[in-house]
């Protein structure tokens, strides 16, 4: 996993905006609607997720040396 | 690993948030572009630094903010920035406000504001409707789009505030969207740099009152609708006229001219009273 | 003592108002007001303020209040049409707390109506102009050198309440011409803007009262961080959709004012020992009442005058302690008929009340407020 995703759940609603703009299919939305990591392996830590979230609600962090 | 919080965060009031907008918003993107273009002013502090706005849904902003902040009457955001602006020429004085806000209530409110350069730097979020109220026609909704009040379709032709921004004086106007996260601060940020009125509009998706109405599909859909349709400055202005047709704008600066700002300027009348200048 | 000099009622609130600590003036041109404008567009840049004509009257009200926002001390001026369009933000401040003060320079209406004849029709406007329930101040001068007194009144009582103030002149005193002595500076007693006397790391609450009730408001830019809104709104200052929050914010609005009681109630009696009959008026009206008064005295009718120098809050226990001692009280007022509902509303019938009204773009005339006199007098003596 080349990134650390952090998850503010308390702020997410569930817009989706996060999931249709990665482009490596890493996030889904749960059953209650918030968002969820399902394939972290993938992520490419570009962060266009947390760039375009309009709640501040999931942000990423490059892992060191990744 | 922790995560580092992020720099701009601190310009917001926690203990406020999450916000009040609606899933999808685009308002919370705008919000967030405006703080990191404040993030790139050092000089602008949260003790120093004043946010104004009107009513409506981009309105609320300023409650989010950890500055002093004002949020006025509808329409009229502009002339109580404008008194702040004078009475503390000092302070730094951002205007969030809405279509509906700035171009139609607050239309003349706007024209004067241009027409001083009074150093104020607004940001128009655009969500071509009245959302707050629950989805009627703004001036700024396309032509053919549905709202509540035209439930036909609008008919009458939108209106471009770019356009009268710089018609009326505004010494700097730019556009971006809330797609273009990094353009829209790198706009705001360079209007900030401008001692004049500056003016920028941030085109935000609406997904509850408009793209539902208008069959725009999903947030994420109506941001791909900006990426696809917008187009650079540069790029624009190279195109032949024909393909500047259908759903195509442009984004980026239309204008960045220096002229006096309206304080400045009335130190002129002080000396020429007698008076003490500040 | 200072020089005496001519001035007219408008230059007069103009000059009360840089006395008072006026540093920002927005204003739009409209007559019969426009003098004070044009007076403060002079003198604001020489004693360290600023003038700004806005776009219009709302663009007026609004730049003061973001100026009184900032730490200044504002007033606004205008006349019954620019009144009735300042309303919306003279609500706004009563919610948000901001002191300011509008002058309305009456002239006839409804509507553009008569440019620019004297009248007093916009004395209930004043008091429910704006929308919801909130409390007013409103100061009516009858002289030029009252005028200019009864603006620094008008700007201490709004940073003292922290509310609009309305001084409600008229256009026979706005273009009144007399010759007045000014006070000396150090005769001017100024009420100073409110400071917080809590840092943000004690607890600061931009809305908590004080003791009087009032908010101890930051100023913007001194770093509390506040936030100002026209919504009901807590201590906080931000706003809250409950009940309980809302009944004691408007219950508190009322009460920061009305539990001065008297203080802020100015009423003048004119010839009043051993009346029988009143005249009750205000503003320049009351100059004619009291010309009638005074000739009706010389005539050995037993007659005097009660002014209402504040008009808002009303006058209530004055015209009761007046019902309880006359026969009878003729309410001479330059309109169709306003301020009356509030003394038979005061009087509780213990007495007679009489209209004596105009509203034909003239002033009145001492003779016609005498025969109000007598036909009170004569309709006593038939009952």
Redesign the interface.
């Known amino acids: 996993m080349k990134s650390t995703i952090t998850i503010k759940s308390e702020r997410c609603k569930g817009c989706g905006i996060c999931v249709a703009f990665c482009p490596k299919k890493v996030l889904g939305l749960s059953e209650l609607g918030k968002v969820q990591v399902e394939n972290g392996e993938s992520c490419i830590a570009c962060a266009q997720c947390e760039l375009r979230c309009p709640d501040y609600a999931i942000f990423v962090d490059k892992k060191e040396g990744a | 690993m922790e995560m580092a919080e992020r720099s701009y965060e601190k310009f917001f009031r926690q203990h406020?948030l999450p916000h009040m907008w609606c899933p999808g918003c685009g308002n919370g993107i705008a919000m967030k572009a405006i703080v990191m273009a404040i993030e790139k002013h050092p000089e602008l502090t949260?003790?120093?630094t004043?946010i104004?706005s009107g009513i409506g849904c981009s309105s609320r902003a300023?409650?989010y903010m950890?500055?002093?902040?004002?949020?006025?009457?509808h329409g009229?955001a502009?002339?109580?920035?404008?008194?702040?602006?004078?009475?503390?020429p000092?302070?730094h004085v951002i205007v969030i406000t809405g279509d509906g806000d700035c171009t139609a209530i607050g239309g003349?409110?706007f024209?004067?504001s241009c027409r001083r350069n009074i150093d104020l730097t607004a940001i128009l979020f655009n969500n071509s409707i009245y959302g707050m109220t629950g989805g009627q026609t703004s001036p700024m909704t396309p032509m053919g789009k549905k709202a509540t009040t035209t439930p036909y379709g609008s008919v009458a032709r939108p209106l471009d505030p770019s356009a009268l921004a710089k018609a009326a004086g505004a010494t700097y106007v730019a556009r971006s969207t809330a797609y273009h996260v990094h353009h829209l601060a790198k706009m705001i940020e360079q209007g900030l740099n401008n001692k004049g009125f500056s003016f920028i509009e941030a085109i935000v998706q609406c997904p509850t009152a408009y793209g539902r109405k208008n069959k725009m599909g999903t947030p994420a859909d109506m941001l791909a609708w900006m990426r696809d349709n917008a187009v650079m400055k540069e790029a624009w202005d190279k195109l032949p006229e024909e393909k500047k047709q259908g759903e195509k704008f442009p984004i980026g600066v239309f204008l960045d001219s220096r002229y006096v700002d309206y304080a400045t300027a009335?130190n002129d009348?002080?000396r020429?009273?007698?008076?003490?200048v500040? | 003592m200072k020089e005496a000099r001519l001035m007219q009622g408008n230059e007069a609130c103009a000059e009360g108002a840089i006395a008072a600590g006026v540093?920002?003036f927005?204003g739009y041109p409209i007559t019969p007001s426009t003098e004070i404008a044009e007076s403060m567009a002079?003198l604001l840049?020489?004693?360290?303020g600023?003038?700004?004509q806005?776009?219009?009257e709302?663009?007026?009200?609004?730049?003061?209040?973001?100026?009184?926002?900032?730490?200044?001390k504002?007033m606004d001026a205008t006349s019954g049409p620019g009144f009735s369009l300042k309303q919306?933000?003279i609500g706004?401040a009563a919610c948000a707390e901001i002191p300011c003060v509008v002058v309305n320079v009456q002239r006839v209406g409804p509507s553009t109506g008569q440019p620019t004849a004297p009248s007093q029709g916009d004395v209930m406007q004043v008091r429910w102009g704006t929308h919801g329930d909130h409390p007013m101040i409103a100061l009516s001068p009858w002289s030029v050198r009252e005028t200019f007194d009864a603006t620094i009144m008008a700007v201490n009582y709004a940073e003292r309440f922290r509310t609009p103030v309305i001084l409600l002149m008229d256009e026979i005193v706005g273009h009144l011409r007399e010759k007045v002595v000014l006070p000396e500076d150090n005769e001017i007693v100024v009420y100073p803007r409110r400071k917080p006397k809590k840092t943000r790391a004690e607890g600061y609450q931009p809305f908590a009262p004080d003791e009087d009730l009032v908010p101890n408001t930051a100023n913007?830019?001194d770093?509390?961080?506040?936030?100002?809104?026209?919504?009901i709104h807590d201590e906080t200052g931000?706003?809250v959709g409950s009940p309980k929050v809302t009944e004691e914010s408007i219950r508190r609005l009322h009460e920061k004012i009305s539990r001065v009681g008297e203080e802020i109630i100015h009423t003048y009696e004119y010839f009043m020992e051993d009346a029988e009959y009143a005249v009750v008026s205000f503003g320049g009206t009351a100059r004619t009442a009291y010309e009638a008064v005074r000739a009706a005295r010389a005539e050995g009718k037993k007659v005097g005058l009660l002014r209402l120098m504040t008009v808002w809050p009303f006058a209530d226990k004055a015209i009761a302690r007046l019902a309880a001692k006359v026969k009878g009280i003729i309410v001479a007022e330059l309109n169709y008929g306003q301020i009356i509902g509030e003394v038979e509303r005061a009087a509780q019938g213990k007495c007679q009340v009489l209209l004596c009204a105009k509203y034909n773009m003239q002033t009145f005339e001492p003779p016609e407020i005498r025969a109000a006199i007598e036909k009170m007098i004569n309709g006593g003596k038939k009952s």
Do not use: C, Q
């Open positions: 406020r949260a003790d120093n004043v104004v300023s409650g950890d500055f002093d902040t004002l949020h006025t009457a009229r502009l002339p109580f920035a404008t008194g702040i602006k004078m009475a503390r000092d302070l003349n409110h024209i004067h009335y009348v002080i020429a009273a007698g008076g003490e500040k | 540093n920002f927005a002079k840049p020489k004693n360290g600023k003038f700004i806005m776009e219009d709302i663009a007026a009200m609004g730049a003061i209040l973001g100026a009184s926002l900032a730490g200044s504002v919306e933000l706004y913007f830019g770093g509390y961080h506040i936030h100002v809104t026209g919504l931000f706003p």
